[in-house]
């Protein structure tokens, strides 16, 4: 069973930005793999997601053209570049992994990392 373990969370300005990484036991290359986060008091929403191998990538409407995912097939990890991070950007982000997925939601993800936090404010 893939183990993911996410890094890079933090604290950071509006405007500014981060570079969130997983980390794979495993190649990923044949997973679907996915960025989801949780913020308190909401349910857990996709942000990126992706199909195995050359899939075209999916991104929430929320973060088009600011977050970028990216695999680096080399080091077994997906990184999500955020840029122009606003406060509701504020959540825990956990990625994931599946043979498999249909649409970009958690159920369809089996593999789950442990989080990281990343808090956009003054």
């Known amino acids: 069973q893939v183990q993911l373990v996410e890094s890079g969370g933090g604290l950071v300005q509006p405007g500014g930005s981060l570079r969130l990484s997983c980390v794979a036991s495993?190649?990923?290359?044949?997973?679907?793999v996915a960025w989801f986060r949780q913020a308190p008091g909401k349910e857990r929403e996709g942000v990126s997601c992706i199909r195995s191998r050359a899939g075209s990538i999916e991104y929430a409407d929320s973060v088009k053209g600011r977050f970028t995912l990216s695999r680096n097939t080399t080091k077994n990890q997906i990184d999500l570049q955020m840029n122009s991070l606003k406060p509701e950007d504020t959540a825990v982000y956990y990625c994931?992994?599946?043979?498999?997925?249909?649409?970009?939601?958690?159920?369809?993800?089996?593999?789950w990392g442990q989080g990281t936090q990343v808090t956009v404010s003054d």
């Open positions: 994931a992994a599946s043979w498999w997925y249909y649409y970009c939601i958690p159920s369809e993800f089996s593999h």
């Open positions: 495993e190649e990923l290359d044949d997973y679907a």
